[in-house]
């Protein structure tokens, strides 16, 4: 989701916005598990109305061509999923903004409208990713546990992803995509592009 679908990273978004971006970019230097990073960061959003944080990602831009390239896709009855290191809250919000199939992604507690600070990870097993890491969510254990649901093969699907988190997925996934990407994800891709368009090409 988060520089893939949309243009920038929503946590250093809401961080910005509510004063505490130096104390997130001192979690992300820490030797820990990246599971617990996002463990951590989730606290920082304790007390914050669940609404605010969904207007302040309503308003990050979407990647270019986004919209039309969903609907190209929809229109080949193909199936769109969004899994992200990010909050469910976010990728429910802009999978029906954009007409998804399905959203992955951590979940915040709420109390009532307010973030409590608590976290429920995706990867609630703590299954080791392809590259031997313990992320939040485990994108290749997704992406196997819906091909199993929809009844296709790892070869039937394209993966497309930015970071280091999508690695394993990239790599499991028919096509893998690097986009936006550093070399580290990139090595490990089948397609490196800076365009989404170029999906289209192979539908």
Known sequence: MDGT???????????????????????????????????EIARFLKGINSQECLDIFRNIKLQDNVLEIVNKLKEKDITIALATDSYQLFADDLKTRLGLDYAFGNILKLNE??????????????????????????KERVLGELCERLNIKNSQTIAVGDGVV??????????GIAFNSPKEVQIHADI????????????
């Open 5 to 39: 679908l949309i243009k920038d990273r929503t946590i250093f978004v809401i961080s910005e916005k509510k004063g505490f971006k130096n104390q997130l970019l001192n979690v992300l230097k820490k030797n820990i598990d990246p599971y617990q990073k996002s463990i």
């Open 192 to 203: 490196i592009t800076d365009d989404l368009n170029i999906i289209l090409k192979y539908i």
């Open 166 to 175: 999508d690695i394993g997925m990239i790599k499991k996934a028919g096509i």
């Open 113 to 138: 409208d307010i973030i409590s600070g608590e976290l429920i990870l995706n990867n609630s097993g703590k299954t080791v990713c392809n590259d031997g890491k313990i992320y939040s969510i485990c």
